[in-house]
């Protein structure tokens, strides 16, 4: 290649010789021409033949291309080598800074794995004391069972002691003694409880201490184990093995230390029991009698003994059935329940003999004042009778002796009702059917009396008493048959009453049925006609407070919409017409739901007239563009035909509206 560039070198300076020399046979041409010129061409050809003796520069130029390829690969693989030999360098640095973290983190594990070891170390210690704990446990446990069979064993001598109470009672001293070996279980039941208390708290106290230092560690171990995580760093995998072990040991510790905590629970519960059972020992010997007790107790019982024998005696008993009876009790008070409900069958039996014998005089006795009752009416009626007797014969010859004076006879009674002779037949004419021929008995009786003289007896007066019993007789049916009208007339109005009060009661009830139809139409919507056709349109009324009111009556209901406030609305379909069409001929015509109906209204609404008259009185003194308005706004809510009008014109105008602004638009946008 060196050669090369010599030889291009050499050719370039002989080119420019070579022109130069052109350059000066082409002035000397200029000059003089001919021998110059062939100079020239000599050295011409001499330049071309030293120019065909020169190699090929197409492999020379070739070979400089690829040297110049190679030159610029190896200067590119040379800075490539010399960053890579940068990074080399950087990665030694923090290979070096990483073993130095490595020695001061392993350094760190060494003192990590010696707490551990000595936590392990620890955790045996607390195994210890855990053992120690189940020794204790284990004690408590035999002392609770010494404790329960303690407490059966007091329990059993109490049941005999008091057995042996009961058997005995008569002897005042073994209550003494049965009292002293309870009080002496119980004092024993109480220390043997205190100590198990004492040692259940010391157990206690030491399970806690356990759990405080297993939550500290778990703590720690925790903290150990996040402080792990955020350095991204793992233990060797002896310290792993290590933790992993005195991991397991304190878990083991830890089971150990629950068991215990679960004894120490169950010891305690078992104390508690032993405490209540003390307590009910306490309580049940709290419970027994005293010896005085005892004692007035036996002597209430002696006496209760004598006055039952006493009652046993009264009843019928011998002495010593009652005696026998009574000890029986005291041996077995088991029976007392027995005797007491025969004594009481004996004494309901008695009772019941007592209350037939008390029903039947009680029977008796309204018998014989029912009796009594008919005698004095009986006596009453013949006392009556017999004054009313007396008082007539008493007229009868006045009339008769007096010679036409109306005063009775100076040695006769006065008559009690002020009859006279005048006024007997006419009382005789003003009673009955039978009364004439009664009346012209007692006329010939009279002119027979008077015919026969003054100087006679009374039984001549009268024709030998042949007209007494025919007055009397006449005078009982009068009485009976006025008797009996009066009954007719009180029984006429009892049943006047009754079916007044029926009356009303129907009445209400209708007006209450025509409510609940009102209601029912308001809710539902249906009027009176079957399946809704022609029904009558629901009014809702609200006044000036917006407090809904009841709706009109049927007999107002072309001013419904006037009759209740300022605000009225007719919903449903017809009018008057269309009610009575639906309702029949008899509804129609005013019948009994019409009635019913508008005396509800009154019942309900008593101002509906009164307001009615003030709303048109207001409406006639508004201007007339007012009452216009007003009368037109009514007849458009108070008829849905009305009303569909102003919506259908509503919305066409509307529906206008929009079109016709719509083609305006369109007009402008395109113009």
């Known amino acids: 290649m060196a050669r090369a560039q010599d030889a291009w070198r050499g050719f370039d300076a002989r080119r420019a010789a070579l022109r130069g020399a052109i350059d000066a046979v082409r002035q000397e041409q200029g000059g003089s021409g001919g021998g110059g010129e062939r100079g020239s061409l000599r050295e011409l050809l001499v330049v071309a033949s030293e120019l065909a003796e020169l190699p090929d520069p197409q492999h020379a130029l070739d070979v400089a291309a690829a040297g110049a390829a190679r030159a610029a690969d190896l200067e590119a693989s040379a800075q490539r080598l010399e960053r890579e030999l940068g990074s080399v360098r950087l990665d030694d640095a923090e290979v070096a800074r990483l073993a130095a973290a490595h020695e001061k983190e392993k350094a760190e594990h060494a003192a990590e794995l010696a707490a551990l070891r000595a936590a392990a170390g620890s955790g045996v210690e607390i195994e210890a004391q855990l053992a120690a704990a189940r020794g204790e446990a284990a004690q408590l446990k035999a002392s609770l069972s010494k404790l329960r069979a303690a407490h059966e064993a007091s329990q059993s001598e109490l049941c005999a002691a008091l057995a042996r109470l009961e058997q005995a009672s008569g002897n005042a001293g073994t209550p003494d003694l049965a009292e002293a070996v309870a009080l002496d279980e119980l004092e024993r039941a109480h220390a043997q409880v205190a100590a198990l208390s004492a040692s259940r708290d010391a157990l206690q106290r030491q399970v806690e201490r356990l759990t405080a230092e297993r939550e500290e560690w778990q703590q720690q171990w925790r903290l150990d184990q996040q402080e792990q995580q955020q350095q991204g760093q793992s233990l060797p995998s002896v310290q792993a093995v290590e933790r992993t072990r005195a991991r397991a040991e304190l878990e083991e510790s830890l089971a150990k230390l629950r068991n215990a905590e679960h004894r120490a629970s169950l010891a305690a519960s078992r104390a508690e029991v032993a405490e209540s059972q003390a307590a009910r020992l306490q309580a049940e010997v709290e419970r027994r009698p005293t010896p005085a007790q005892h004692a007035e107790v036996q002597a209430a019982l002696a006496a209760l003994s004598t006055l039952l024998g006493q009652q046993l005696e009264q009843e019928g008993l011998a002495p010593a059935d009652a005696k026998a009876a009574v000890d029986a009790l005291c041996a077995d008070p088991a029976g007392l329940h027995s005797a007491l409900q025969a004594r009481v069958a004996r ?39 017999a004054r009313q007797l007396e008082a007539d014969l008493g007229a009868a010859l006045a009339a008769g002796s007096g010679g036409g004076e109306n005063l009775p006879h100076a040695g006769s009674a006065p008559p009690p009702l002020g009859a006279t002779a005048g006024s007997f037949p006419a009382a005789l004419e003003s009673s009955g059917s039978n009364t004439p021929s009664l009346a012209a008995a007692a006329a010939a009786a009279v002119a027979r009396a008077e015919a026969g003289g003054a100087g006679g007896t009374a039984r001549d007066e009268v024709g030998g008493g042949g007209l007494l019993p025919v007055v009397a007789r006449q005078r009982d049916r009068l009485a009976a048959r006025v008797a009996e009208l009066e009954e007719e007339v ?31 139409q308001s809710r539902t919507g249906g009027g009176s006609g079957a399946g809704g056709v022609g029904r009558a349109p629901m009014v809702i009324c609200v006044d000036a407070a917006g407090v809904p009111q009841p709706p009109p009556g049927e007999d107002d209901a072309k001013s419904a919409r006037f009759s209740c406030g300022p605000l009225a609305f007719g919903l449903g379909g017809g009018g008057q017409r269309g009610r009575r069409a639906a309702a029949g001929p008899q509804q129609a015509g005013g019948g009994p739901e019409a009635r019913y109906a508008a005396e509800y209204e009154r019942g309900v609404n008593p101002f509906a007239e009164f307001r009615r008259t003030e709303l048109e009185g207001r409406v006639s003194g508004l201007r007339l563009h007012d009452r216009v308005m007003f009368t037109a706004g009514s007849i458009i809510a108070g008829s849905p035909a009305a009303r569909a009008g102003v919506a259908f014109y509503l919305v066409i105008l509307h529906a206008y509206i929009l079109l016709v602004l719509s083609s305006r638009a369109a007009c402008t946008t395109s113009a």
């Open 347 to 385: 004494l309901a039996d008695a009772l019941t003999v007592a209350a037939r014998d008390a029903d039947a005089l009680r029977s008796e006795r309204d018998a014989a004042a029912v009796r009594a009752v008919a005698a004095a009416q009986q006596l009453a009626e013949a006392q009556s009778a």
């Open 490 to 520: 009180q029984a006429f109005k009892a049943r006047e009453g009754a079916l007044g009060a029926r009356a009303n009661s129907l009445s209400a009830d209708n007006v209450a049925l025509v409510e609940k139809l009102r209601f029912l």
